[in-house]
Nanobody, 115 residues
Framework: QVQLVESGGGLVQAGGSLRLSCSAS????????MGWYRQAPGKQRELVAT???????NYADSVKGRFTISRDNSLNMVYLQMNSLKPEDTAVYYC?????????WGQGTQVTVSS
C-alpha cells in the first residue's frame, strides 16, 4: 500500500490552467493503477482520470481534451494537467492508487475556478 500526498491546487479564473501533483511513497508504485478523482460540495466523488501500469489512460467525458494525466515511475509521481478550466471543475481533487486489493487515497487538494 502507498501513501499519497497531493499538491498544486488553488484558485484560478475560468479558462486558466493548474497542474496537480501526487507524490507516492512505497516501492511498488509502478505496479499501481493511479487515478485522480474529485468531489464537489453536495456531490459524490467522481472519476476524473486514470493511468495504468503501461501508461494507458482513461478520462471522464467532462474533462476529455482539457485534462491530461501522466506518471513518472522514477519519481513516484502522478500529475494532472488541467487546462481550459471551468467553474464546474471546482472540487476537492484526490489522488488514488490501486494495486490488487489495496486502495489508497490522499488527503485531497482544493481547486476553485472562478467565473
Amino acid at each position: 500500500q502507498v501513501q499519497l500526498v497531493e499538491s498544486g491546487g488553488g484558485l484560478v479564473q475560468a479558462g486558466g490552467s493548474l497542474r496537480l501533483s501526487c507524490s507516492a511513497s512505497g516501492s511498488m508504485f509502478s505496479r499501481n493503477v493511479m487515478g485522480w478523482y474529485r468531489q464537489a460540495p453536495g456531490k459524490q466523488r467522481e472519476l476524473v482520470a486514470t493511468i495504468g501500469t503501461s501508461s494507458n489512460t482513461n478520462y471522464a467525458d467532462s474533462v476529455k481534451g482539457r485534462f491530461t494525466i501522466s506518471r513518472d515511475n522514477s519519481l513516484n509521481m502522478v500529475y494532472l494537467q488541467m487546462n481550459s478550466l471551468k467553474p464546474e471543475d471546482t472540487a476537492v481533487y484526490y489522488c488514488n492508487a490501486q494495486f490488487l486489493a489495496f486502495d489508497s487515497w490522499g488527503q485531497g487538494t482544493q481547486v476553485t475556478v472562478s467565473s
